[in-house]
C-alpha cells in the first residue's frame, strides 16, 4: 500500500521512463500515432481513459507533405560517405597532398554551402525551422 503523495510531490515534474525500442519498434509506433507526440501516444495506449492531462506542448510532431521521400533522402545521406569524405580532404588540404589553388578553395566553398542549404531544407522538411531561416 503505498503512501498519498504530499502537497510538495504533486508540484515536482515526474522523473522520466526510458524504454529502448529496436528501429522497427519505434518507426511502427511512430506511424500509429501519425501527428500525435510519440510520447502522448504511447501514454494513450498504456493508460486508455486513466491518462493525466498533461500540459499543453508548444512544440508538436508536424504531418510532413511526403514521409516516403523524406526517409529516403535521410536513407541516402545516411548511406553516404559524404562527412568521411570531407574529412579526407580536409586532411589532404592540411597536409598539403591536396594543391589548394582559387578554383579548388571555390569549388570547396560552394560545396560546404551546397551542405549547408540541404541541411537547412531537411531541418525545415523536419519542422524543426521556420520558412524564414
Do not use: H, W
Not at 518507426?27 to 500515432?33: D, H, K, N
Not at 493525466?52 to 548511406?79: I, N, V, Y
Not at 589548394?100 to 560545396?111: G, S
Amino acid at each position: 500500500m503505498s503512501t498519498p503523495p504530499s502537497n510538495s510531490d504533486k508540484n515536482k515534474t515526474p522523473t522520466p521512463f526510458s524504454l529502448r525500442l529496436t528501429f522497427e519498434e519505434r518507426a511502427s509506433l511512430e506511424q500509429s500515432a501519425g501527428s500525435q507526440p510519440l510520447g502522448a501516444y504511447i501514454r494513450s495506449k498504456l493508460l486508455g481513459g486513466k491518462a493525466a492531462r498533461r500540459k499543453k506542448r508548444t512544440r508538436t510532431r508536424k504531418p510532413l507533405k511526403d514521409e516516403k521521400a523524406l526517409s529516403e533522402l535521410l536513407g541516402k545521406l545516411g548511406q553516404s560517405r559524404l562527412a568521411s569524405n570531407i574529412n579526407q580532404l580536409a586532411k589532404a588540404a592540411n597536409s598539403g597532398s591536396l594543391p589548394v589553388t582559387p578554383e579548388t578553395e571555390k569549388a570547396l566553398q560552394d560545396a560546404c554551402g551546397d551542405v549547408r542549404s540541404m541541411r537547412i531544407m531537411l531541418m525545415r522538411a523536419l519542422g524543426y525551422y521556420s520558412s524564414d531561416v
